[in-house]
């Protein structure tokens, strides 16, 4: 009894002496262990919550010394609480954010520049014009693209065939965009024959600012000519006329159009990467169908010369981060990764990543399809940064208020146009 007694006691010590050192051994893990929090509206919505969930999943296999604390803040909330914490010491590692959000946070003087932390290799990458917009005065890089989401000019070839038009040469002019609408609203009177944002709000005027520049009208910004110059006053005349010829379904959102482009019942759309897994989301199109139906280019000029729009997100880091090495592996892990560009980019956020070859050969072959190869190819490189900053809300307001004035009422076009500059940013 006593020899098994002292077995028993002898074991029981052995027991605590390793789980001791067991205890010792993960507290030692644990503090070893780099935490990074991740502030997105990606986890905040239904539809890219379990994609992006699982995208910090995969990270964290692949990097065991890295926990991602996922911040979960709603798309009209993001910028205002990134700000307010910046200001109080508290911002988060790394965040995601898009448009003018982008440039306002860039102008804080609260984010890390990341020139130094890309490598040669991943510059070669990246798209051409996939930075735009992204750096300071100094040229510094700000934020980095994370996906791309531009606007293309959408065409669908059997409306333009049953109009009478060559499903294979899309408007490459604004003359021949206004001959083409002519023919489609001739033809099949029940079809959009463009579909084209006409709601006053930010989104909008970036929409609507390639159409501008189509013009050569550059209201507000770096060598603005203002509202009151003669390819603003030529831009809205446009406007005003494609609405009273019938040619544009006024005062609908985008979104509003594209089930109704999935019916077939639009001709032309300017609209997003993402259209595409919209339409067929929504048709149940195959993509030999989808190809088949549908076709993207540059916008059509009339006098000045073919931009797009960024609508795709970006990644920052604060200066204030800790952890910088670790914030930015995780940056770019989800912009370079085939498993996140496949698992989130193309997949749950329909758009595409920033770099030309994601090194995976069967990735790089879904990423050459038609589509997304005009995106890249012909689309991306007319990108051109728009004037964002603390004012680019206000000129939204007082521009898309004159657009909307234009396609739906009478007042001289003069008149409009003086009004917009009065109530511009001074």
Avoid: C
Wanted: hydrophobic share 45%; no cysteine; net charge negative.
């Amino acid at each position: 009894m006593i020899r098994n007694r002292k077995s028993v006691l002898k074991l029981l010590a052995a027991v605590s002496v390793a789980g001791i050192a067991a205890g010792m051994a993960m507290t030692a893990s644990a503090q070893e262990k780099i935490t990074i929090t991740f502030a997105n509206w990606a986890a905040a919505e239904g539809t890219t919550k379990p994609g992006i969930e699982k995208v910090i999943a995969d990270f964290e296999a692949a990097n065991p010394d890295i926990d991602i604390v996922s911040e979960a803040i709603s798309f009209s909330e993001i910028a205002r609480q990134l700000v307010l914490r910046a200001r109080s010491g508290n911002p988060p590692d790394v965040a995601q954010i898009a448009g003018n959000d982008t440039v306002l946070l860039g102008s804080t003087g609260a984010l890390e520049p990341l020139d130094s932390y890309v490598s040669d290799e991943l510059a070669a990458n990246l798209k051409s014009g996939a930075d735009a917009g992204l750096r300071d005065k100094d040229g510094s890089l700000f934020a980095f693209p994370w996906n791309q989401s531009p606007a293309g000019f959408w065409y669908n070839k059997k409306i333009m065939e049953q109009a009478g038009l060559d499903p294979e040469n899309p408007p490459r002019t604004i003359d021949e965009l206004n001959e083409a609408l002519a023919a489609i609203k001739s033809s099949q009177p029940d079809v959009i024959p463009l579909a084209i944002d006409t709601t006053n709000r930010p989104f909008a005027l970036s929409s609507n600012w390639p159409w501008m520049q189509s013009f050569g009208a550059v209201p507000v910004g770096e060598g603005a000519t203002g509202a009151e110059s003669e390819e603003m006053k030529a831009y809205l005349n446009w406007m005003r006329e494609i609405a009273q010829a019938g040619y544009i379904d006024p005062g609908r959102r985008i979104g509003e159009f594209r089930p109704l482009a999935a019916q077939g019942n639009v001709a032309f759309i300017w609209d997003q990467v993402l259209l595409k897994g919209v339409m067929q989301a929504a048709s149940g199109m195959s993509d030999e169908e989808f190809y088949e139906t549908w076709g993207v280019t540059t916008l059509p000029v009339g006098g000045g010369k073919a931009t797009t729009f960024e609508g795709g997100h970006q990644l920052i880091m604060f200066s204030a981060s800790k952890n910088k090495e670790a914030a930015w592996k995780f940056i770019e892990y989800l912009a370079t990764s085939p498993d996140a560009i496949a698992n989130y980019t193309t997949s749950v956020n329909s758009s595409l990543p920033s770099i030309k070859s994601t090194g995976n050969a069967e990735l790089d072959e879904v990423l050459s399809a038609p589509v997304f190869k005009a995106f890249s190819e012909e689309i991306i490189p007319t990108l051109a940064p728009q004037p964002y900053g603390p004012e680019f809300a206000a000129a939204a307001t007082a521009v898309m208020a004159g657009v909307q004035e234009a396609v739906t009422g009478t007042k001289p076009i003069d008149e409009i146009a003086a009004s917009i500059q009065q109530q511009l940013p001074q």
